[in-house]
């Protein structure tokens, strides 16, 4: 009986003992890792200081959980943990400023309508008048027609092109302008527009086309092409014709319609309608002007002079040679003196000249590779022209009076779309698909990569071409990014998103502003300075087509073209 009354006593206390130790583990259970026990006492409901009335000391305490729904977010009112015992949050880090920046409104277009040939680009044969009747506009005279005040401009100094009977300061007679520079001497131009506001006239096109628009002594002319590659049921490419249209650059009155068959060269090729090319087509050359002739480039078709008045001058269907490329042709042709000088890299590796007069090649070099961009006219220290063109891989200069070598230097490493910059005494170049800029002093001798280079950058752009304006380098990139850099140091000044969308048009500037054009988000007008402050987003409500092309400045006019309409745009 004792051995057994001793067995009973042992069997309380090890009874007592495990409920003790389960009290420890709830009480360790509650308090959580690394927190606080809760306090012994008040109306916790987690309490287990003390024991619970009633329970028999055998047994274990009570502990009375809320319902998840209490815990979780339950109706107001109900019970919820107390403060102490809910989770804390720890506070996130300050964030560090970010750079404000400028995003555009979102415009959302209406869904056209299923495409017709008829409606999207007119019947030829129907007349073709502008959206407002034709007028007698006075023309604004610009400020900066004044020679005088031409001459004092640094850069003018530096790149200014040898006159010509033909040539007029207001005009804009080339891609991008004056010898390409894309500045514009003009003034009063527009920053907003609209189908209702600041649009004198637009004009319906025979086709489409990404070549920019020229406009000299009243008139805008411009290409495109009809016929083939214009909608997937177009015909085969022997029916491709381009389109030559001069305008009057007042009301937008059609004064004549040149057609050119596709070539009279028989071994010309034509890239099919696939892939790349259906970006910007079959006309993407822009012609130029010296007052009398108009100059055209249509890759293997050859070369094409009309009069100001829409005669056949000359033509040289075999002189640029055959070849095409699945991109298209897309330089552009300029004058110097009495020659026409041609970057044919993509129908035969050459750029050459040839007697604008009689289109007698003058001369030729034929090493020229993956090339798109447009020769520019540059200027040595000592006033010596030379003819600048950025190729795959590099950078050179020729005499263009006889195509002598002048200068190289390593370039960019892939081809190579954009035109050459032109600053005092020195060019620029970007191009490439990862981006890169070269900035090269002009006046060398030979191989001048170790001695002429001023800079490079790792910034760039695959299509759009850069300018100079006031000591800085200027461009946006394809991508909707803007750039500005010293052009004495290649310091970036400012580097931003400027828009969202795709560019292929290139920046320009006049009359204190510079005007981008997209794809398809309408213009962007910034001040022409360092800091490329937004002055407006602005565009065509109705707008069908894609704006490729580079715009054109002249007498306090912008002229746009899309590929459907040329618009007109300027103060009323």
């Known amino acids: 009986?004792?051995?057994?009354?001793?067995?009973?006593?042992?069997?309380?206390?090890?009874?007592?003992?495990?409920?003790?130790?389960?009290?420890?583990?709830?009480?360790?259970?509650?308090?959580?890792?690394?927190?606080?026990?809760?306090?012994?006492?008040?109306?916790?409901?987690?309490?287990?200081?003390?024991?619970?009335?009633?329970?028999?000391?055998?047994?274990?305490?009570?502990?009375?959980?809320?319902?998840?729904?209490?815990?979780?977010?339950?109706?107001?009112?109900?019970?919820?943990?107390?403060?102490?015992?809910?989770?804390?949050?720890?506070?996130?880090?300050?964030?560090?400023?970010?750079?404000?920046?400028?995003?555009?409104?979102?415009?959302?277009?209406?869904?056209?309508?299923?495409?017709?040939?008829?409606?999207?680009?007119?019947?030829?044969?129907?007349?073709?008048?502008?959206?407002?009747?034709?007028?007698?506009?006075?023309?604004?005279?610009?400020?900066?027609?004044?020679?005088?005040?031409?001459?004092?401009?640094?850069?003018?100094?530096?790149?200014?092109?040898?006159?010509?009977?033909g040539e007029l300061t207001s005009a804009w007679t080339q891609f991008r302008g004056p010898n390409g520079s894309g500045i514009g001497r003009v003034a009063n131009l527009p920053v907003r527009w609209s189908d209702t506001e600041n649009l004198l006239w637009k004009y319906k096109l025979p086709g489409p086309g990404a070549s920019s628009p020229i406009a000299i002594d009243g008139k805008v002319i411009l290409t495109c092409y009809s016929g083939y590659g214009v909608l997937e049921t177009s015909a085969g490419f022997r029916n491709l014709q381009r389109h030559v249209l001069c305008l009057d650059a007042s009301s937008g009155r059609l004064l004549w319609d040149y057609t050119a068959p596709l070539s009279e060269n028989p071994n010309a090729r034509v890239s099919p309608y696939s892939g790349f090319i259906r970006e910007h087509g079959y006309s993407s050359s822009t012609p130029v002007t010296d007052g009398r002739n108009v100059y055209l480039q249509f890759g293997s078709s050859g070369i094409l002079v009309l009069t100001l008045d829409g005669r056949e001058f000359w033509k040289q269907p075999v002189s640029v040679g055959n070849g095409t490329h699945s991109w298209g042709s897309g330089a552009s042709p300029i004058l110097f003196k009495d020659l026409l000088i041609v970057n044919a890299s993509v129908e035969s590796g050459m750029i050459g000249a040839l007697n604008r007069t009689t289109g007698e090649v003058v001369w030729k070099r034929d090493d020229v590779q993956r090339c798109w961009g447009t020769p520019v006219i540059a200027r040595a220290i000592d006033g010596s022209p030379e003819l600048v063109l950025s190729a795959e891989k590099e950078v050179f200069a020729l005499n263009p009076e006889d195509g002598t070598d002048l200068w190289r230097c390593d370039g960019i490493g892939d081809y190579v779309c954009p035109s050459v910059a032109v600053g005092p005494n020195r060019v620029f170049a970007i191009g490439g698909r990862a981006g890169q800029g070269i900035a090269i002093r002009t006046g060398g001798k030979g191989d001048v990569t170790k001695s002429h280079v001023a800079w490079s950058t790792n910034k760039g752009s695959n299509i759009p071409s850069p300018l100079y304006h006031d000591g800085h380098f200027y461009w946006v990139s394809n991508k909707g990014i803007g750039y500005v850099l010293k052009a004495e140091s290649g310091e970036i000044v400012t580097q931003r998103r400027l828009m969202t969308g795709t560019i292929y048009a290139s920046m320009i500037s006049g009359d204190g502003k510079l005007y981008v054009v997209s794809r398809d988000n309408g213009t962007f007008v910034y001040k022409a300075s360092p800091l490329l402050e937004v002055i407006t987003q602005t565009r065509f409500d109705s707008a069908r087509g894609q704006f490729d092309a580079t715009p054109a400045l002249y007498d306090g006019k912008i002229f746009l073209r899309s590929t459907r309409y040329l618009y007109c745009v300027g103060q009323k």
């Open 1 to 165: 009986m004792k051995r057994l009354h001793r067995l009973r006593v042992a069997g309380h206390a090890v009874q007592r003992l495990l409920a003790g130790l389960f009290c420890v583990v709830l009480i360790l259970a509650g308090c959580g890792d690394g927190e606080e026990p809760p306090p012994a006492s008040g109306d916790n409901p987690f309490n287990t200081g003390s024991r619970v009335a009633n329970a028999p000391p055998s047994q274990p305490p009570t502990v009375h959980f809320p319902p998840p729904s209490q815990v979780d977010g339950g109706e107001p009112g109900e019970m919820e943990p107390p403060e102490n015992m809910k989770e804390k949050t720890p506070e996130p880090p300050p964030e560090k400023p970010k750079e404000p920046e400028f995003v555009p409104p979102a415009f959302k277009e209406p869904t056209p309508p299923p495409l017709d040939p008829n409606e999207v680009f007119g019947k030829p044969s129907e007349p073709n008048p502008p959206i407002h009747p034709p007028e007698n506009h006075p023309s604004e005279k610009s400020t900066d027609h004044n020679p005088s005040a031409f001459d004092l401009n640094p850069q003018n100094l530096v790149n200014r092109a040898p006159k010509s009977s």
